[in-house]
């Protein structure tokens, strides 16, 4: 059975403290994984997309990595304003369907 | 640019009753699919639509159906509503579907609590 696994659950961080957080999947036949953001009461907003293990995608703070089994996304000197639900999916190569993981709950102090 | 809206943006419904939610996709997105999100949890596949036409269902009861208009636009139908059923229900689209690689975009969501 396809899973994804994201740790940890929850991640408390001084601003300005970098830290990454782990995205493993175990699917038969991955097309791509998908970074989201989601802050409360809205929906997932698009980050990263990575395709093929050693691919890197960066934006702002956020850097995202691929492996054969996992994805890293690494938060380089967080803001408070990057305190948000961070979710990672993984699509198929046999349909479009997103499968998410629980998500990574971060909060960045100030 | 508009992103993808869904209306209403909160419903509060008794077990039993059914409920309709809507979706207008991204302008020139062809393809939209629904998720469930229960509080705590990632969202859940639920139906996927590409040209009007059925392209994945995940691993929900007959109680949930759905469809696509000829604009693109989609509906989500849910009848005899379940206290388990209270959720966060999301929209997502993308340009085509799987073939081109495209990110889904989701909308900020219709949260529906059943009393």
Same mark, same amino acid.
């Given at each position: 059975?396809?899973?994804?696994?994201?740790?940890?659950?929850?991640?408390?961080?001084?601003?300005?403290?970098?830290?990454?957080?782990? %995205?493993?999947?175990?699917?038969?036949?991955?097309?791509?994984?998908?970074?989201?953001?989601?802050?409360?009461? +809205?929906?997932?907003?698009?980050?990263?997309?990575?395709?093929?293990?050693? =691919?890197?995608?960066?934006? =702002?703070?956020? +850097?995202?990595?691929?492996?054969? +089994?996992?994805?890293?996304?690494?938060?380089?000197?967080?803001?408070?304003?990057?305190?948000?639900?961070?979710? %990672?999916?993984?699509?198929?190569?046999?349909?479009?369907?997103?499968?998410?993981?629980?998500?990574?709950?971060?909060?960045?102090?100030? | 640019? #508009?992103?993808?809206?869904?209306?209403?943006?909160?419903?509060?419904?008794? /077990?039993?009753?059914?409920?309709?939610?809507?979706?207008?996709?991204?302008?020139?997105?062809?393809?939209?699919?629904?998720?469930?999100?229960?509080?705590?949890?990632?969202?859940?596949?639920?139906?996927?639509?590409?040209?009007?036409?059925? /392209?994945?269902?995940?691993?929900?009861? *007959?109680?949930?159906?759905?469809?696509?208009?000829?604009?693109?636009?989609?509906?989500?139908?849910?009848? #005899?509503?379940?206290?388990?059923?209270?959720?966060?229900?999301?929209? #997502?689209?993308?340009?085509? *579907?799987?073939?081109?690689?495209?990110?889904?975009?989701?909308?900020?969501?219709?949260?529906?609590?059943?009393?």
């Amino acid at each position: 059975e396809d899973q994804v696994t994201q740790s940890p659950e929850a991640l408390r961080l001084q601003e300005g403290e970098s830290s990454s957080l782990n %995205c493993s999947y175990t699917v038969s036949g991955l097309r791509g994984l998908f970074w989201y953001r989601q802050d409360p009461g +809205k929906g997932p907003e698009f980050l990263f997309t990575l395709y093929s293990a050693g =691919e890197e995608k960066e934006k =702002e703070r956020l +850097k995202a990595t691929l492996t054969k +089994k996992e994805s890293f996304l690494h938060i380089t000197a967080p803001k408070p304003e990057d305190s948000a639900t961070y979710l %990672c999916a993984v699509q198929l190569i046999s349909g479009s369907r997103l499968t998410f993981g629980e998500g990574t709950q971060l909060t960045v102090n100030p | 640019d #508009a992103g993808v809206t869904q209306s209403p943006t909160h419903l509060i419904k008794t /077990r039993g009753q059914h409920v309709t939610l809507r979706c207008s996709p991204i302008s020139g997105h062809k393809s939209v699919s629904w998720y469930q999100q229960v509080l705590g949890q990632g969202p859940q596949f639920i139906f996927q639509y590409y040209e009007k036409e059925e /392209r994945g269902r995940g691993n929900f009861p *007959d109680r949930f159906s759905a469809r696509q208009f000829p604009n693109y636009s989609s509906e989500l139908n849910v009848n #005899a509503l379940l206290l388990g059923d209270s959720a966060l229900y999301l929209c #997502a689209s993308s340009f085509r *579907d799987r073939r081109a690689r495209q990110p889904q975009h989701f909308g900020d969501g219709t949260r529906l609590s059943i009393l």
